[in-house]
């Protein structure tokens, strides 16, 4: 395939905006509209580099969808195009569940009631379920393929620990690294070791710790404790939202110093995060949003930014330490042939991902039908992931 070498940075910034307002399920989702847009239609790079920084991202905590396109911007033109990929992918998203929170609290003063939102998370089943298939598809060609994508999918079933998923993938890149001999010789590169964004993750990591602790008795200072907490969780959750969201119930809704938001409030959060188009860790702008209630209106939209980039500033400064050593490691055979294990592994956690997120939810026919109508769909039709979303809430709205 040939790579686009006519990029500009407008036009590159432009389809990460299409991608923003487009891209509905979650970093499972996501990768399909990635290598629509990016690979088929753009041709900025080739399908084995789109699925090499992605299955990258899902060793490194942070969310892998964000992790995965601005690595693409990365391999492009650096880290000023990538830097101001975060802020096009990031923004649209935040800017809604920011709102989304304002709305919130109106409806809750007003006691109208969000059962609108209940069609959202079977569809969002369906649509992981989609991805899944299409990752296995892809990706998975082999019988030791397919036993690890069963070993992956059992393990990350059964034990339910955001820990397994890096545990996970380093396994079974370990397995077939030992099939190194089946890949060609490459000239070796000095693995030049550039330690700025690792050391940049760990100075603002202490320096936000020590000064959310200096200023923890402070009210107006709640948005800087804000930052310190999401920046904290971005830099231990690994696996997406769907690990991220029990940790974020856990510090903002069960922690009794805190208790932020009531549960009601975070389940409806959640509920229209499945539906908003972009990166799920946007969910931590509607935390931070009302968070910051009592503080009035431009106090709720710093706590928004503040949530925000605490959530994904971490993964991006891993993201790009390590694309400045990748290029030199990956010419190492074994490490090129652990790339097998690790596609085969992460169709595995997102198969299992659909079965997960599907028990919660009520076992009805209706839920049934939508999460395989939503499967359908995304399928055999051309019908987009967010026009099946607006459907799903009209719906809602209208019963």
Do not use: C
């Not at 590159?12 to 923003?20: E, H, K, Q, T």
């Not at 919130?104 to 079977?122: C, D, G, K, W």
């Not at 100075?203 to 904290?232: C, D, H, M, Q």
């Not at 009592?294 to 939209?301: S, T």
């Amino acid at each position: 395939m040939a790579v686009n070498t006519t990029l500009t940075y407008p036009r590159f910034l432009r389809d990460v905006f299409i991608l923003s307002i487009s891209t509905f399920g979650g970093p499972q989702s996501h990768i399909a509209y990635f290598q629509r847009l990016l690979v088929e239609r753009r041709k900025y790079i080739t399908e084995a580099e789109l699925i090499e920084v992605n299955s990258l991202g899902q060793v490194l905590p942070g969310p892998t969808s964000t992790q995965t396109l601005t690595a693409v911007a990365f391999k492009l033109r650096g880290p000023s195009l990538a830097y101001l990929t975060l802020l096009v992918w990031m923004l649209p998203a935040v800017g809604i569940m920011t709102a989304a929170a304002l709305l919130v609290s109106h409806l809750e003063a007003s006691n109208t009631s969000m059962s609108f939102t209940r069609f959202i998370q079977p569809m969002a089943v369906g649509l992981v379920a989609h991805a899944a298939y299409t990752i296995i598809r892809r990706t998975v060609h082999t019988r030791t393929g397919v036993v690890l994508l069963v070993l992956a999918a059992l393990a990350s079933y059964f034990i339910r620990s955001p820990y397994i998923f890096p545990a996970i993938l380093l396994l079974a890149g370990a397995v077939t690294s030992f099939k190194y001999k089946a890949q060609p010789r490459e000239q070796k590169r000095p693995v030049g070791m550039r330690w700025e964004n690792l050391l940049l993750w760990i100075g603002v990591l202490i320096f936000a710790a020590v000064l959310g602790g200096l200023t923890k008795s402070i009210p107006w200072a709640l948005p800087i404790r804000l930052f310190e907490n999401f920046y904290r969780n971005g830099s231990l959750v690994f696996g997406g939202g769907q690990v991220l969201t029990p940790m974020l119930y856990t510090e903002f809704v069960q922690y009794a110093p805190k208790q932020y938001l009531s549960p009601t409030e975070f389940l409806s959060g959640y509920a229209l995060a499945q539906s908003v188009p972009g990166p799920v860790f946007s969910f931590s702008a509607y935390i931070g949003t009302l968070a910051m209630r009592d503080i009035g209106l431009w106090g709720q939209l710093w706590g928004a930014l503040m949530s925000a980039a605490g959530i994904f500033l971490p993964g991006t400064f891993l993201m790009f330490f390590m694309m400045r050593v990748w290029e030199s490691l990956k010419a190492y055979r074994p490490i090129r042939a652990s790339l097998e294990g690790i596609n085969a592994a992460n169709a595995g956690l997102v198969a299992s991902a659909a079965v997960v997120l599907f028990l919660p939810l009520e076992h009805s026919a209706s839920n049934a039908l939508l999460v395989l109508g939503t499967f359908g769909l995304m399928t055999f039709t051309k019908i987009p992931s967010w026009g099946i979303i607006v459907a799903g809430l009209v719906l809602g709205l209208v019963l």
